[in-house]
């Protein structure tokens, strides 16, 4: 039989949904605008409506930016489209901030041609007695338009589409629902805090949305990658809303690599076709086989290897024991005290040069605190091993201080003035006008410059504590207020050349052996994928031309929100319990972002404790594969530009 045959069969025996995947989101972006283009083109040659089903959140905004372009760049016309949104908080303004109406005019509608009688999206504010009619109202409408050709989806965390949350009905209909608590705290990014987003939300029903002739769901970055997986590889189940797709006869899943990546042809390739074993597959393969069995490597059996789809390995291999040993080296080799190389040594596996020693060393950090955060430990090995350590802190951060945060600051500043006998008129007027305003702030209004030059001076502040405490001089210490995030807004620009050229300078600056970077793609704002891209950007256009970058090792530390799989780690840096505690120390010089944090995502976590347990796991998940046991332990990967 020929090969391609039978691992498509093995495949489909695991995924129940048909699946695209894409490098990355704009890729995918594309492939569905591409295919939303050619429905409406062929439509209008028929003389023929396209209704579409649309969605709002972050992921189809990439789509509805290439529509846009397509609009403007290859004459897409949208003036045969009628669109149905699927849902819209309730309740809520037309024209709030948050609104999905709001939403679909700043991202689509305004910069296309439809006619706005075809735009059709529930209406938050209709009042509470008429939402049953605006409900069956809205069903109607469907119907009458001859019910959607291609409906757009999004999935949430918790399995839903729409915003039918676990527990929803294959047959419900347009309704008024309540938000699940894990949805209103994953939009809560949108919202200046959780409080304020809405309890209730008017969705199309799953009925509805089977009901579309074709649907492409669309999903990106690791977040969504465990309910991706249950949703197309497990039984439909109400607990994941999205598993009912698996009952429509025309759906796509649309994905970039990291939300596949639970999937089984990825996790677990061997069990879907044959694969190639290449070291790091024999390491993926033996890693996750010992921590699902929760056995030390050196334990497993080749009985352990039959049960769990390996016999392939084996066969090819020979003993276990054999591969069990490989791996093991392989894991231990990537725990080093020395995370700037050992100097005056000869470990051809170490996975950091010895030399040059001292190493000239850039953290690069999207946020003021994510260096201590993310990589606290390690910033102080480097620094106490005798190299040459600068941070570059690449935004202000500005957005996440508090308003109480600012006039405290204000008050201390005008006090200050008055004990050093300074003229206060200038300061006092700063702190009057900004009480002004923040007492007359509207939810979710822009601040004033002047405000948000205190908040990311507050910041500033902090991040210089940090490096002192550290050890860091204030020389090495450099800010690089990138603008691409100075919008006010959790909305930032996309990445622009004086991003690239500031960093780029401070890059040839400093002229590092090594580079650190936050390699976190599921930072909710998207902050941290943007400063990785500047970064790259900026290394690759100096590679052209300067010679030290050919020698500048780049490691990428994962931010607050994830850590890399055990699987991919290829340096790991050992704590002490006094070391774990002077990094805990370190990340409380973060004051505002103590407690509460406007904008904080899913996570109701501080920032040390999540950065203390996610440490320990790391610690603990290489104990339990039969290695030394540590209290905690800061994960890395090294990244080829
Ligand atoms: C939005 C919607 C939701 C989102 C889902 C994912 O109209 O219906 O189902 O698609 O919550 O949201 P993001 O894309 O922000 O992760």
């Known amino acids: 039989m020929p090969k391609k045959t039978a691992s498509v069969g093995l495949l489909d025996s695991f995924e129940k949904i048909p699946v695209r995947i894409f490098p990355d989101p704009s890729e995918g972006s594309r492939f569905v605008a591409r295919q939303i283009a050619t429905l409406i083109r062929q439509k209008q040659a028929r003389n023929q409506n396209c209704v579409l089903g649309l969605a709002t959140g972050s992921t189809p905004k990439s789509l509805y930016a290439e529509l846009v372009r397509m609009h403007r760049e290859e004459k897409l016309s949208f003036r045969n489209v009628i669109t149905f949104n699927l849902d819209e ?29 075809n735009i059709h999206i529930p209406d938050g504010s209709v009042s509470k007695q008429d939402i049953k009619s605006h409900c069956a109202q809205y069903e109607k409408m469907i119907a009458d338009a001859g019910g959607i050709d291609l409906q757009v989806l999004g999935i949430g965390n918790n399995g839903h589409i729409g915003f039918n949350e676990p527990g929803s009905s294959p047959n419900s209909k347009t309704r008024l629902i309540t938000l699940d608590n894990s949805t209103r705290l994953a939009n809560s990014y949108e919202f200046p805090n959780i409080s304020q987003v809405p309890r209730l939300a008017l969705t199309m ?53 990291e939300a596949a ?43 352990d290897y039959n049960e769990c789809g390996l016999s392939d390995l084996l066969v090819e291999k020979g003993d276990a024991y054999e591969i069990n040993l490989e791996v093991y080296y392989m894991l231990r080799d990537t725990i080093t005290g020395w995370p700037g190389g050992k100097p005056g040594v000869v470990i051809p596996k170490h996975p950091e040069r010895s030399e040059p ?12 605190d994510d260096d201590i955060i993310s990589m606290g430990g390690t910033f102080q090995r ?157 290394l690759n256009r100096l590679k052209k031309k ?17 850590e ?65 046991h540590y209290a905690a332990m800061e994960a890395f990967v090294r990244l080829h530009y």
């Not at 948050?98 to 700043?106: A, D, G, L, P, T």
């Not at 020693?357 to 950090?365: E, F, I, Q, T």
């Open 89 to 117: 908080y309730y309740p809520i303004d037309i024209d709030a901030l948050q609104s999905y109406n709001r939403f679909m005019r700043v991202n689509l509608f305004d910069h296309v041609d439809i006619k706005p009688k």
């Open 546 to 562: 300067e010679e030290w970058v050919n020698d500048c090792w780049l490691w990428l530390y994962k931010g607050a929100w994830q």
């Open 261 to 303: 990546a639970e999937l089984t042809r990825n996790k677990s390739p061997w069990l879907t076709g044959e694969c190639e074993w290449i070291p790091k597959m024999v390491r993926k393969a033996v890693v996750n086989m010992a921590l699902q069995l929760g056995k030390p490597v050196l334990s497993l059996t080749n009985t």
């Open 382 to 538: 480097l620094h106490d091993q005798g190299h040459d350590v600068h941070v570059g802190y690449q935004t202000s951060g500005n957005i996440a201080v508090t308003d109480e945060f600012v006039t405290r600051f204000l008050d201390f500043a005008v006090g200050f003035e008055e004990i050093a006998g300074i003229d206060t008129s200038r300061s006092g007027k700063i702190l009057t006008d900004a009480r002004r305003f923040l007492s007359r702030k509207r939810s979710n209004q822009v601040d004033t410059p002047t405000i948000r030059a205190i908040k990311a001076l507050i910041r500033r502040c902090e991040a210089r504590a940090a490096c002192h405490y550290v050890g860091i001089p204030d020389d090495n210490i450099h800010f690089l207020n990138l603008p691409f995030y100075e919008t006010g807004t959790i909305e930032k620009k996309p990445m622009g050349e004086k991003d690239i050229r500031l960093t780029m300078e401070l890059l040839n600056r400093v002229r590092p052996h090594q580079l650190y970077c936050a390699g976190d793609l599921a930072d909710p704002h998207g902050t941290h994928k943007i400063c990785l891209d500047i970064a790259l950007e900026a």
């Open 205 to 257: 029903g799953i009925g509805t949305i089977l009901k579309a002739k074709k649907i492409l769901l669309m999903a990106w970055g690791a977040l969504k990658a465990p309910v991706v997986r249950q949703a197309v590889e497990e039984e439909v189940t109400a607990g994941v809303p999205a598993s009912f797709l698996q009952e429509h006869d025309n759906v796509t899943f649309i994905l970039d690599e």
């Open 357 to 368: 020693y001292p190493k000239r060393v850039l953290v690069l950090s999207p946020h003021p």
């Open 564 to 628: 890399w799989h055990m699987e991919e780690i290829e340096m790991a840096v050992p704590m002490s319990p006094d070391q774990v505690l002077k990094k805990r120390y370190g990340i409380f010089i973060h004051q505002s972002q103590k407690d509460m944090v406007p904008f904080q995502g899913s996570d109701s976590r501080e920032f040390w404790q999540r950065a203390e347990e996610r440490n320990a796991h790391t610690a603990n998940q290489y104990a339990q594969l039969g290695l030394t």
